[in-house]
């Protein structure tokens, strides 16, 4: 048993009375307890939130927004809702999550007509979102493959890194985005897939890449899948965007099938966060591709096995709301027209920042906002030009130079592109020079 | 109250077969077929035999290390063995199995109406509609949940007026439900309480070893449930809390004990609060059934506020599962008291810290609706009377129940204790073999450990049990 060094008195004294004021105590049970960093991400919509600007701007966080920059609630999640209110059942989920929406789920991501689905042999537990499906997994790995290490792109969403560590996990990056050209640096990835030990287990993002908005084309997965083989590594897919990259569902989930077609055992952590407008519910899937039905079935105790002292089950609203619209011909077909107007919405505004910043007068490259696909566009803006940005003009962004496309509209695009023009003045300046 | 079975066919098609206590016709999903061998080949003790199959041999561990395949076809997780089934949703499927007219689900832990049937409560499905007419957005919550809520949740558990809220010495985050909640408080105490053991009753809810396991936390037990009185053992309990290390941090129920359904008197609370004053330990108060227990929130708070009034520091998980039948929304939310304003913040922002690997936020629509509950006078009055209907219908099959065993019973055995318990559960003093002739014979469906869940019993089948339950006590040893 670990010595424990002695608390010094607790705050009050039982002797004192019921509403005594408080008495700070330096050497209490919270010493060691210090103020933690704001989120970088999440953080930054704090900060937002607190300015009172008029012509303020969040760009930060990934949430979609309107042309009139306001949030939206599908057409087909508002029916849905309709559908299922008044429902007479409340009660505990299975620790799996609901079977329905779980099939549903995988069905989007692997195909209707996936081989891996009529074989029953994938393990599918509905999850907390992509971050909860993330967790699952790493909490999976360290139980299952102790030994295991798990190899991260360089640059991802900052949580990943959260999530491997707190799972206890050790962690790689492999290379990823090359800043000079702005896209993917495919030899460095290659290179560093090779590297890696034999049966590696790595986290890929399956499209609209975050942060960056860089995504390997067909033939490069093709590669990538290839050489996966080769080395037999493990691929997890977080598929945050499905659908909300390009427009297209099973476009946006092809690297995923191009493993699937290969033969790789693959998992897959599926968000409906942003192509469903789902954000607050929380609703996502984990998948494990296994060898047969007895192993999917084991693989999927398992991971209830690690949600059940996490949270037990997972809440019921946003499954019911996924499962209404995929299990509905007529809400199906709606969800597909809504998501592939945000994405074109997305497209559209990146043709506009470009063309603004041209516009102001910007003799920098700024192809990579229309080569980019999804969310995020990675500026290139480095922490000092984020903070110009930040503090002169009240643009609210991560200081990777990551901005939400999302958070664009028709009416401050050109406030956008002017304020971007002026924090890399120099810099264009040193390019001129 | 008579509870409205209509239930629209999406929500139906939605939700497919669901393993929960209820019975209800569902439509049978591939995975439940592919489970049932796997289900027989865990079977649940009271089952008479194990069928044949093809999955009899899976070897029953809870944890495996694999070896690395090195071949391409062959899984990473080949050696990935079944994991047991849970002990309670074991009940509910064996239940669900049995055919005989007189089956008696006591397993379930969810509420049921007189007429057996689930209970969404009338003023959440007036929240539920308000939310849907203002067609508000579903946009992130922050990490640490609605704030709405969390005021909500402090004040209802601490008193609105409790100096410590008007002090700010609270930290409230929005956890998922009381699971998320307690494991949210213990990977607090793991990051910043190393060492430190927490010290649960014999016995608790299972899930309390999972999370403290899963958490890396290290435990320990002390007595509490005496099988002679089938009462508490209260100076076994006193003794064992004295006998941990000073600093120790001790998980108690707030209120209606899970599993025996004992609670301490206030007399023995406050000789609790002396021991953890003396010893420096810090208590962590689970709170499952606030208002649920007697049918009063601010009474099934009494334990809470108690130690919090003399100045001690303290963790308090709470569920909204039970007391406003939100079950499957997981709402419910992480309290901790502390000495001051800063620390409070501290704290919080650790918490948070804790929680955005696990899940970025919580889910929206529960907090939502207790919010919306609690904030409007109306709809926190209409709550007030659903859960004291619901608290009485227990005491009232409790009182049932009693009766029932006190005439049948030519002894004089004394079955005060289940007018004594208090909550969803009680505590027979039946045992494993007691608890299986309850299933064999009687078709009463419970767990092993003599836990009956009076919130699967009716006034109609009280009679009946009593009959079983003297049946096991006395013919079987």
């Given at each position: 048993m670990a010595a424990l060094a002695r608390r010094s008195r607790r705050f009050m004294s039982s002797s004192s009375s019921s509403s005594a004021a408080a008495v700070a105590s330096s050497g209490s049970w919270w010493k060691d307890v210090q103020p933690a960093a704001r989120?970088?991400?999440?953080?930054?919509?704090?900060?937002?939130?607190?300015?009172?600007?008029?012509?303020?701007?969040?760009?930060?966080?990934?949430?979609?927004?309107?042309?009139?920059?306001?949030?939206?609630?599908?057409?087909?999640?508002?029916?849905?809702?309709?559908?299922?209110?008044?429902?007479?059942?409340?009660e505990y989920l299975p620790m799996g999550g609901s079977v329905v929406f779980n099939d549903h789920s995988m069905k989007l991501a692997y195909g209707e007509e996936a081989s891996v689905l009529a074989?029953?042999?994938?393990?599918?537990?509905?999850?907390?979102?992509?971050?909860?499906?993330c967790r699952l997994f790493a909490d999976f790995q360290r139980r299952f493959k102790p030994e295991s290490h798990i190899f991260i792109p360089v640059p991802t969403w900052a949580n990943h890194h959260n999530i491997w560590r707190d799972a206890h996990v050790p962690q790689h990056t492999f290379r990823y985005y090359d800043p000079v050209t702005k896209g993917l640096d495919f030899a460095g990835l290659m290179e560093d897939v090779k590297r890696a030990p034999e049966a590696s287990v790595f986290l890929l993002h399956a499209c609209a890449h975050n942060p960056t908005g860089v995504d390997p084309s067909p033939e490069q997965w093709k590669e990538i899948s290839a050489l996966f083989k080769e080395?037999?590594?493990?691929?997890?897919?977080?598929?945050?965007?499905?659908?909300?990259?390009?427009?297209?569902?099973?476009?946006?989930?092809?690297?995923?099938?191009?493993?699937?077609?290969?033969?790789?055992?693959?998992?897959?952590?599926?968000?409906?966060?942003?192509?469903?407008?789902?954000?607050?519910?929380?609703?996502?899937?984990?998948?494990?591709?296994?060898?047969?039905?007895?192993?999917?079935?084991?693989?999927?105790?398992?991971?209830?096995?690690?949600?059940?002292?996490?949270?037990?089950?997972?809440?019921?609203?946003?499954?019911?709301?996924v499962s209404t619209i995929l299990g509905d011909p007529d809400l199906k077909a709606l969800w597909h027209t809504e998501v592939k107007g945000m994405a074109d919405r997305i497209i559209t505004m990146r043709e506009l920042l470009?063309?603004?910043?041209?516009?102001?007068?910007?003799?920098?490259?700024?192809?990579?906002?229309?080569?980019?696909i999804g969310m995020f566009c990675f500026s290139g803006l480095n922490p000092e030009q984020v903070d110009r940005l930040t503090s002169q003009f009240h643009i609210y962004l991560t200081r990777n130079g990551r901005i939400s496309m999302a958070g664009i509209n028709s009416n401050n695009v050109e406030y956008l592109a002017n304020a971007i023009h002026e924090v890399t003045r120099e810099e264009e300046a040193e390019k001129a020079a | 109250m008579a509870a409205m079975m209509a239930s629209t066919a999406a929500t139906t098609a939605a939700l497919g077969c669901v393993a929960s206590g209820q019975e209800v016709g569902r439509q049978v999903c591939t995975t439940q077929k592919m489970y049932n061998g796997l289900r027989v080949a865990t079977a649940f003790p009271g089952q008479k035999k194990i069928e044949e199959?093809?999955?009899?041999?899976?070897?029953?561990?809870?944890?495996?290390?694999?070896?690395?395949?090195?071949?391409?076809?062959?899984?990473?997780?080949?050696?990935?063995s079944m994991a047991p089934a849970d002990p309670i949703l074991g009940v509910s499927e064996?239940?669900?199995?049995?055919?005989?007219?007189?089956?008696?689900?006591?397993?379930?832990?969810?509420?049921?109406?007189?007429?057996?049937?689930?209970?969404?409560?009338e003023v959440v499905?007036?929240?539920?509609?308000?939310?849907?007419?203002?067609?508000?957005?579903?946009?992130?919550?922050?990490?640490?949940?609605?704030a709405a809520f969390n005021k909500a949740t402090a004040e209802l558990l601490l008193g609105a007026d409790n100096p410590v809220i008007k002090q700010q010495r609270v930290a409230t985050v929005q956890g998922l439900s009381g699971t998320g909640s307690l494991r949210l408080g213990a990977a607090f105490i793991q990051r910043y309480f190393p060492g430190v053991k927490v010290l649960i009753s014999s016995p608790t809810w299972g899930n309390h070893k999972n999370i403290l396991n899963d958490a890396g936390v290290p435990w320990s037990e002390y007595r509490y449930f005496d099988p002679k009185t089938v009462g508490l053992d209260f100076e076994g309990m006193i003794a064992d809390i004295k006998d941990a290390p000073n600093g120790s941090i001790i998980l108690l129920h707030g209120c209606a004990h899970n599993p025996t359904g004992i609670d301490p008197t206030p007399e023995q609370w406050e000789k609790i609060a002396d021991v953890c004053e003396e010893k420096d330990h810090m208590p962590f108060f689970d709170v499952a059934y606030q208002g649920f227990a007697s049918g009063s929130l601010d009474d099934d708070a009494s334990s809470v506020r108690r130690f919090v009034a003399r100045g001690i520091e303290l963790f308090v998980a709470q569920s909204y599962s039970k007391n406003l039948g939100l079950?499957?929304?997981r709402i419910g939310a992480i309290n901790v008291v502390v000495s001051s304003p800063e620390v409070a913040t501290k704290v919080k922002s650790q918490l948070k810290r804790l929680a955005r690997p696990m899940y970025s936020n919580p889910p929206v629509h529960g907090a939502r609706i207790v919010a919306n509950v609690v904030g409007d006078p109306t709809m926190f009055d209409e709550w007030r009377a659903e859960m004291q209907a619901m608290a009485g219908r227990i005491k009232t099959v409790r009182q049932r129940l009693y009766d029932e065993l006190s005439t049948k019973d030519k002894s004089s055995k004394d079955w005060s204790f289940v007018l004594k318990q208090i909550g969803m559960f009680s505590f027979t003093g039946l045992n494993k073999a007691q608890s299986d002739n309850m299933t064999d014979k009687w078709h009463v469906y419970m767990t092993k450990d003599g836990r009956i869940s009076l919130a699967g019993l009716n006034l109609a089948k009280c009679a009946f049990l009593a009959d079983a339950i003297i049946d096991s006590f006395y013919n079987v040893q």
């Open positions: 989120d970088p991400i999440l953080g930054v919509t704090e900060a937002f939130l607190a300015d009172t600007h008029p012509s303020k701007m969040n760009v930060g966080v990934g949430a979609y927004r309107t042309d009139e920059g306001k949030p939206l609630v599908l057409e087909c999640v508002r029916q849905a809702e309709r559908h299922i209110a008044g429902s007479n059942f409340m074989d029953k042999r994938v393990a599918g537990i509905q999850a907390l979102s992509g971050t909860g499906a080395k037999n590594h493990f691929a997890l897919f977080d598929m945050a965007y499905q659908g909300f990259a390009s427009g297209d569902t099973n476009r946006d989930a092809q690297a995923i099938r191009i493993f699937l077609d290969d033969g790789h055992q693959v998992a897959c952590a599926q968000s409906f966060a942003k192509n469903m407008g789902l954000y607050g519910q929380r609703v996502g899937c984990l998948s494990v591709v296994c060898d047969d039905t007895q192993q999917a079935v084991a693989v999927k105790s398992q991971l209830q096995q690690i949600a059940r002292p996490m949270y037990s089950n997972p809440p019921l609203h946003g499954a019911l709301i470009k063309k603004n910043l041209v516009e102001a007068g910007s003799h920098l490259n700024w192809q990579h906002i229309t080569d980019q | 199959s093809a999955f009899a041999s899976i070897k029953i561990r809870s944890k495996a290390t694999v070896t690395m395949a090195v071949a391409t076809d062959v899984s990473r997780f080949e050696g990935v064996a239940f669900k199995r049995d055919n005989s007219d007189m089956k008696l689900n006591l397993g379930v832990g969810a509420y049921r109406t007189e007429e057996l049937q689930p209970y969404v409560l499905k007036k929240a539920e509609k308000k939310m849907l007419e203002a067609g508000e957005n579903k946009e992130y919550l922050p990490i640490e949940g609605l079950y499957a929304e």
